[in-house]
């Protein structure tokens, strides 16, 4: 059986680069896949630090912006993470699976960490092993994700498959990745080797899913570019990280190759292909700030749709989490 889960954080608004890498791939998977799970993973955000109100505030908007986006909660599960226990309850045996020598070559961590290792804390440092039982804790078979999370599906591999060992029994599925389209590693628009970021601390560097028509103009207006034309060809575009990426970004949002995108708009000057940028950016990520802001104003539909997300999640969650306590050995009444 085929089951995708998939998730986002709710740390701050979401950018070009959750939505081309993430969320956009899993509308379209939603027809192809019977069973898709899709979480806001709170638990998950406080592995920093959040601001309870802005923890909340920004769980609705994530919540919301799913839908508007396209995901159907109704066919689709939908939910927090937090309302299900199963998440931090397969976690903790995961710690206990997982070696400290696999979580120590994470370069997320390490990125996130910086200098500092001794001050994060402790869940910033097990957080795969909870990203590990998210997917596992509904035994999901494929994972859509943007490129930078393909390490920590490697770990949920490594995880999954040491379990099954580790009691003789082939509880776990071995999950596949899904990273697919031109948005897989959406860039900053004020510097092409960097990804796209939402604790970047420039505003300017990502365009979110609440900024208007004005602010995403004056943004792509502002993005870093070179000081030659576009090249002709894709080719052309080797060593020139900031056109790759605004190519890259106009690809996926049009819905075609690059090397399509080149064929028209290979030698035009910066400043013309921004405008066409702009006006397709606004044509797509405009009536969906619209419908967030709709959902977003019956607060209390919006949370009475989580509940309902969150109980057939643990519907699923909740016999899987028996197989495993079984498997390990603890006593059940
Ligand atoms: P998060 O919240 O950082 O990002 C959510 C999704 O957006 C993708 N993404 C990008 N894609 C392309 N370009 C970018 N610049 C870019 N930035 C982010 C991410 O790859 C991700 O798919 N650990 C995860 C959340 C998570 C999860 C899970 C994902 C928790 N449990 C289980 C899948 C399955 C994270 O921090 O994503």
Redo the contacts with the bound molecule.
Sequence with gaps: MKRI???????GN??????????RNWVRLQDDYEDCIF?V?DL?AITVWQDPAALTKATREVAAAFIAAGINPEKAVLFN?SQVPAHAQLAWVFNCVARMGWLNRMT?FKEKAGKNRENVSVGLYA??N???A??LAYK?TH???????KQ??EL?RDIAIKFNNDFGKEVFPITEPL?FGE??????LRDGTK????SDPSDYS?ITLVDDADAIAQKIRKAKTDPEPLPETVEGLEGRPEAANLINIYAALSDRTRAEVMGEMGGKAFSEFKTLLTDLAVSVLAPMTTRMNELLADQAELDAILRRGAERANEIASPILDEVYDAVGFLRP
């Design positions: 889960f998939s998730g986002v954080q709710p740390t979401l950018h070009l680069g959750n939505y081309l890498g993430a969320i979480c993973v998950h993470q997320q957080y795969p909870l990203m590990a998210d997917i999901a994972v859509p994700v943007g490129e930078d999370q920590h599906l949920t990273i948005g897989t590693r959406v860039m900053s990804k796209m970021s939402k990502r």
